[in-house]
């Protein structure tokens, strides 16, 4: 899915804003892409965090970013240790900072936007702890 919507350099400038995000925190942002999605975009998403062992962090601090793009739906999803943290609105706020970007049809600029919104708060939640290691692949996923 690279192909149209994504360079392969587009995509390693996505997961290096991972990677980046993640240094300095043990919490892990993962990143979705899927063309369409013709279901509840909100239940698909949750039902994917599972799919992709977000909910086995220690700390209970993953979060995806799924975005269908084609069908222009975007879903964030905080496990339960970072969504009992961050202020209410954070997270329609960074939904809102993202579809910023995409209505102007960047949405590189926006999937890296979201990643640093989600990373600050990860950083100031759960900051990086002597030892700490990466729990989930950096990776763009996609279906």
Known sequence: MVGPFFSKEDEGQIVEAIRTAERLTTGEIQVHLRKKCSRDPKIEAQRLFKKLRL????????VL???????????IVGD????????????????????????????KK?????????????????????GDTNQLPDTVTED
């Open 110 to 130: 926006g999937l890296l936007a979201g990643i640093w919104s989600v990373g600050e708060q990860l950083q100031l939640y759960f900051p990086a702890k002597l």
């Open 55 to 62: 909910d086995r962090t220690k700390e209970k601090n993953a």
């Open 80 to 107: 339960s240790g970072i969504h009992q943290r961050v202020r209410p609105y954070f997270w329609d706020q960074t939904r809102d900072l993202m579809l910023g970007f995409f209505k102007k049809n960047e949405i």
């Open 65 to 75: 970013l799924f975005i269908a793009l084609e069908s222009h739906q975007l879903v």
